[in-house]
């Protein structure tokens, strides 16, 4: 039963909306409570709901909606005009904004949702006006939506959750950026470059068409935050835009970016070019960077910034803070590190440490003197390997006297340990990273047939083994049939006991005092294993053939390739790392192969045995 307050006030909000009396019923609305709100918007026709709720204010409004049946709230949200209903939405959760676009039928779904993909994920809250959308500035109003945009690009998905990196909000961004700069709406532009984020700028650059990328970074106002964006792109996208665009146009924006970022850069571009780009630099940027520059590629000299917060080992700790606070823009300033009269690298301190310290302290007596740090030599695998095991937001970098010459950050070290990864998963299949840049199939093809012909020639060995055997076979030809399932069965096994063992050696989590421990616990899986497999595989081969002696041999033949696929899988990673070897070179498509010739040498052994003992 509705009570007689609510009837009165929905017959009140009724006759204020059809005469138009809006200042009045906005009034109204706003003197009443949410929980007679609801009550009302629950007997209310949605259209009327579509039209009163913008009065309601944006909170309160969203609040009211989330209250209503999702059916409600879709028709709502359908009849609603975009403009209205637009700003309700956007003070909900980004799943509770999907779950009502995805199910509306009607012509607001694709603007509801290319708007709020603007607005939310791309983060340009003044980009709603008319000249953002997709009109010069200098003209009258057009359309409130880009034309460029497609319409698959503006479709929900289900399944869409909130992620870092949104191939839709990239897609959206490019072709507003495309189509703003094809309309000549510059200062609509540079307003996106200001408020989007460097990273999702940069890989939305790297989806314009090559004719226009130019063009485009050259309108960035701000040239500090357009070395932020060309630092984002690919190696190959920086070299293309430094050597084309005009020397002068791109000069302010390469003098912006940090010197390590500027050094590995430059280095890859033509000798002449580099050289033309470093003789127009101010006189400090040039010696940093050709200080850099003479480090060989690979190694933490290559990686490391020469922009760095070290204090002599007598500062106090007041002035320590003073210094601090007085500082450029470096890289990081995490941890401050202390140096002697020399430069010498003798210790480190945090900023927590350094807060907490008394003020007439010197930093000598607050600082670690155990420093973790790197030789401009050193190779950058083993820098990022210590950055991983130790946890450090930062790696300081000495010369061979010992003198602080930079300083490595995670954000360099990120390519490195991503690099090493990816080379660890192709040699886990059997293949090279120096895929990724073949041009054509005859590259790849080097690449792969070394691990072919090893495979291969397995293959032929095993089949040698078979043909040895063939007596055995003779005797027992129902052993053919349960062959490829016991091979199956056990190279799985053993691949899977090869893989945790390898990645555990990888990063640390197996220590040397853990070996035997460990090729324990893989044995003993082994076992397990061999025994849940061996034991229906016995069943199945009664049932379908009814020879017991069969039945032993695909059960005892089960077990034992299982057990010896876990050892062996196990044992070799274990020995190729103590021996300082790659332990990841057992892995994939020889690991497999050495694990069927084992299957096939012990089913056929004990085949053997079986056929002779019960002759």
Known sequence: MIP?????????????????????????????????????????????????????????????????????????????????????LEELSFDEQQAIIS???????????AAIAIRRNVQANNMMDDSMMGVDESRPRESFFPEAVPASALEPSASRKPVAFDPEKIQMLKETILQLHEKKATRTL????????????????????????????????????????????????????????????????????????????????????????IDHMDKETKQEIESLLQYPAGSAGSLMTSQFFALPEDTLVSEAIAAVRTLPTYEMVFYLYVVDESGRLIGVSSLRQLLLAKPNVAL?????????????????????????????????VVDEMGVMVGLITMDDLFPVIEEDTTDSIYRMAGTDSAEMDAESSLPIVRIRLPGMLAVFLGGLLGVGIIAF??????????LMFFLPIVMTLSSNIGTQSATVVVRSLSTGLIKPNDFGEVILREVGVGVIMGLAGGIPLGLAAYLLFGHLDLVQVVSAAMLLNATLATLFASVIPIILERRGKDPTALTGPQLTTTLNIISIASYFLLAHYFVEHAQ
């Open 364 to 396: 000598r007596e607050i600082m670690n003197n155990r420093v973790l740090k790197s030789y401009t030599h050193t190779p950058s695998s083993e820098v990022a390997d210590l950055a991983r095991h130790y946890r450090i937001l930062g790696i300081p």
């Open 103 to 113: 199910r509306i039928k009607g012509v607001n779904r694709n603007p509801l949702n």
């Open 190 to 277: 540079q307003r996106i470059f200001a408020k989007v984020h460097p990273a999702d700028l940069a890989n939305a650059f790297e989806m314009f068409p090559e004719e226009t990328i130019i063009g485009i970074f050259l309108l960035i106002p701000d040239h500090t935050r357009g070395a932020k964006i060309l630092s984002e792109l690919n190696p190959d996208l920086q070299t293309r835009i430094v050597s084309e665009a005009d020397m002068h146009a791109i000069l302010p924006f390469l003098e912006k970016m940090a010197p390590d970022n500027q050094a590995d850069l430059l280095s890859a571009l033509d000798k002449e070019v580099a050289q033309r780009l």
């Open 4 to 88: 007689d307050r609510i009837r009165v006030l929905l017959d009140t909000v009724t006759r204020l909306y059809h005469k138009q009396t809006l200042p009045h019923l906005e009034n109204l609305l706003q003197k009443t409570s949410e929980a007679d709100l609801h009550a009302l918007f629950i007997l209310m026709g949605h259209e009327e709901s579509a039209r009163i709720f913008p009065l309601l204010g944006r909170e309160i409004a969203a609040r009211i909606l989330l209250s209503l049946r999702i059916e409600d709230r879709v028709r709502v949200a359908e009849v609603a005009e975009v403009r209205d209903i637009l700003p309700i």
């Open 469 to 478: 055997f063939q007596h055995a076979i003779q005797e027992m030809i129902s």
